[in-house]
């Protein structure tokens, strides 16, 4: 029985853990060869990458960090030189406000240093992916590139000035880049996730300050958190012939938490 992405290949960054993970897995599932990119977890990565082989996929793993030009070229030119083509993306690679990676803090009270490093992995770092991957997937004249973005960038929090300008700005890049593709077939779009298990955000979160994991799913319409594979799946659609009328969209898959 054949598989929607038979032939296919796709680069994941961000797949060591949480979200990237399942959807590298995900995208193994349905046949595509996957190309795992992580910076500091290396273990991690790898980890994703001998359960896709255990599993029977195919799949290699690249160390890149998306704040670096080099980097992100040498990534995208692996994934050419290893499997011939790049057909989709998921830019994944991200970092938040969790109390032991990144401090929450008010914008009175962040740095300079904070600042600078959430809008170099959030949005250059996507900035730059989005550059080398749409001038590979032009010379093929298809792609189809997912952004992760948050529901931050439509609701803000109290000590997420940085994440929260991060994504938004991710957002607004993402059309830019949808238009811009739109001539070469390159579809471009965007998941916003709410509250995920099994992230790293969400467990530092809840480890530094409780009443975040223990409030919110009450706050949530579906009355649950999300998991990884809500996200992926909604990746696994935008990369599908089945959204192939759709891009520039950016898609909150929140259990109706925007919503009210």
Same mark, same amino acid.
């Given at each position: 029985m054949?598989?929607?992405?038979?032939?296919?290949v796709a680069l994941v960054t961000g797949g060591a853990s949480g979200i990237g993970k399942k959807t590298a897995q995900v995208f193994a599932r349905e046949g595509a060869k996957v190309v795992v990119t992580t910076d500091s977890n290396i273990k991690g990565g790898e980890e994703t990458v001998k359960l896709i082989k255990d599993a029977g996929g195919e799949a290699a793993f690249v160390k890149c960090d998306v704040r670096k030009e080099s980097d992100v070229e040498a990534a995208v030119a692996k994934c050419v030189s290893l499997?011939?083509?790049l057909d989709y993306a998921f830019n *994944?690679?991200?970092i938040g406000p969790d109390g032991k990676r990144v401090p929450l803090m008010n914008i009175v009270d962040c740095t300079e240093e904070i600042w600078d490093k959430t809008l170099d992995i959030n949005l250059k770092g996507v900035f730059l992916c989005l550059k080398y991957e749409m001038r590979q997937m032009f010379k093929q004249k298809y792609g189809a590139i997912v952004n992760t973005s948050s529901i931050g960038a439509l609701a803000a929090v109290p000590g997420f000035c940085a994440y929260t300008a991060s994504k938004a700005g991710l957002?607004?890049?993402t059309k830019s880049a949808a238009l811009e593709g739109a001539?070469? *077939?390159v579809r471009v779009n965007t998941?916003?996730?709410g509250p995920t298990d099994n992230?790293?955000?969400f467990e530092y979160l809840n480890s530094t300050t409780p009443e975040f994991g223990n409030d919110t799913p009450n706050m949530i319409p579906l009355k649950r958190?999300?998991?990884p594979e809500d996200m992926a799946e909604a990746v696994i659609y935008f990369c599908s012939d089945a959204a192939s009328w759709v891009t520039g969209q950016c898609l909150a898959v929140d259990g109706g938490m925007t919503l009210t």
């Open positions: 054949s598989k929607k992405f038979d032939g296919k499997y011939g083509r *994944n690679a991200g957002n607004g890049l001539a070469f *077939n998941i916003m996730p992230t790293l955000l958190i999300g998991h």
